[in-house]
């Protein structure tokens, strides 16, 4: 309920950049790739800290992958919005894909990298799952929840940087 509200808020105000097809799985990616990185945080530590259960649990993997899986999609979401930049026409949409890959170049570059980092060290934790104490992937699981999170606030920043406002038409 909070993530269609969140999106319905940014419809209201009509600016292209933040439209329900755009903001919607930005929104929901966030909720999905954070939510994923903090359960598997919170249940490793639970696993290291109950000393029950061991990082190769079925499931535990399974998490790992997904969030793989969310980053790559939210990733591959984000970047085809730079798409028209290959268009001549001038639309609000490609001035802010030439502010993400302009003056916002380093900010999105870091967000891709925190995004990258964080989907390689899922996979990591995922393939090592057997060969790791619970302590280590505890551990792995909280740096990977924390690169994620702060990929995350750069994107959100970024999305609210990037927007191009409508101006009033001229008469």
Same mark, same amino acid.
């Given at each position: ?58 499931? &535990? ?5 997904? @969030?793989?899986?969310?980053?790559? !999609?939210?990733? *591959? /979401?984000?970047? $085809? ?5 290959r268009r001549s026409e001038h639309s609000p949409m ?46 792995? &699981? ?5 690169? @994620?999170?702060?990929?995350?606030? !750069?994107?959100? *920043? /970024?999305?609210? $940087? ?10």
């Amino acid at each position: 309920m909070g993530v269609a509200t969140s999106v319905m808020v940014y419809q209201v105000c009509r600016r292209p950049a933040w439209r329900g097809w755009i903001t919607a799985p930005k929104v929901l990616g966030t909720t999905v790739v954070l939510g994923l990185a903090s359960w598997l945080a919170a249940e490793s530590w639970s696993r290291f800290l109950d000393g029950s259960g061991s990082p190769t649990d079925q499931a &535990s993997v399974c998490f790992k992958l997904a @969030l793989v899986m969310a980053i790559a !999609l939210k990733l *591959g /979401f984000e970047a $085809a919005l730079l798409s028209p930049l290959r268009r001549s026409e001038h639309s609000p949409m490609r001035k802010s894909a030439r502010l993400i890959t302009g003056p916002l170049a380093r900010v999105w570059a870091l967000r891709c990298a925190c995004s990258v980092a964080g989907a390689s060290l899922g996979l990591i934790l995922a393939i090592l799952a057997q060969s790791m104490t619970p302590a280590i992937d505890a551990g792995f &699981s909280t740096v990977l929840f924390v690169i @994620l999170l702060g990929g995350e606030l !750069l994107e959100r *920043g /970024f999305f609210f $940087a990037s927007v191009v406002r409508l101006k009033m038409p001229r008469r």
